[in-house]
């Protein structure tokens, strides 16, 4: 019986320890899959917003804009408040507005949803190499923006440089790198830290074009 057992665990060993492949059509489905499970969302700056009603500033033509395409909601405030001018102290009155999220806003508090990540081509895609007790594979990919929003073609958003590359990101795409983790049984996406996994790395990985 010891025999067979230790049969046994050798052979589990010799398993464990095997290299696991991964083909590049399957890298492509995992990384397509992770990718669109990441909404992309536009944050510009902390809601609520109180503005000026006078004000023209860039923030507060993209907070008009954002109402104008009912991703906001706006209140008109009227306060007090005490200016010193010629070193005397006088009160003036200040009309605002005060800017915040809808009640159903689907990603109330985290941005304004304006699509999803697609990859569109794997650049390098390495070997995979052992790290601790798990295989990993390093991926160079190009990705864009799909299920674009329409309010971002809104002119006065041209000086949003997220949302106009976003709009040009099939032409132009963005580039990252990604790591997929093989956990014994199948490979997945990982979602750690890339610089964390890079400083285990023993050695660079050697890539497959």
């Known amino acids: 019986m010891k025999p067979l057992i230790v049969t046994f665990f ?46 023209r500033s860039t923030e507060a033509q993209f907070l008009e804009a954002l109402f104008d395409h009912g991703l906001l909601q706006r209140d008109a405030e009227m306060r007090m408040r005490t200016l010193t001018v010629n070193g ?10 005060v800017y915040d999220y809808p009640a159903a806003a689907p990603h109330r508090g985290t941005g304004f949803y304006y699509g999803r990540a697609r990859l569109k081509h794997i650049v390098d ?16 990919i190009q990705w864009y923006v799909d299920d674009q929003q329409a309010w971002i073609d809104d002119p006065l958003f ?23 983790m093989h956990d014994g049984v199948s490979w997945s996406f990982w979602h750690g830290r890339p610089g964390e996994l890079r400083q285990s790395m023993p050695d660079q990985p050697s890539f497959r074009r």
């Open 10 to 55: 050798l052979l589990m060993s010799g398993y464990s320890l095997a290299q696991p492949t991964l083909s590049a059509a399957e890298a492509q489905r995992i990384i397509d899959h992770a990718l669109q499970q990441q909404p992309q969302l536009w944050l510009p700056f902390d809601i609520p917003y109180r503005v000026d009603r006078a004000d």
């Open 125 to 140: 895609l390495s070997v995979p190499y052992l790290v601790g007790q798990y295989y990993y594979v390093e991926a160079f």
């Open 158 to 180: 041209e000086a949003a440089r997220t949302l106009r590359r976003t709009r040009e990101s099939f032409a132009k795409p963005f580039e990252r790198r990604v790591f997929l």
């Open 88 to 97: 005397r102290e006088r009160r003036q009155v200040v009309a605002e507005w």
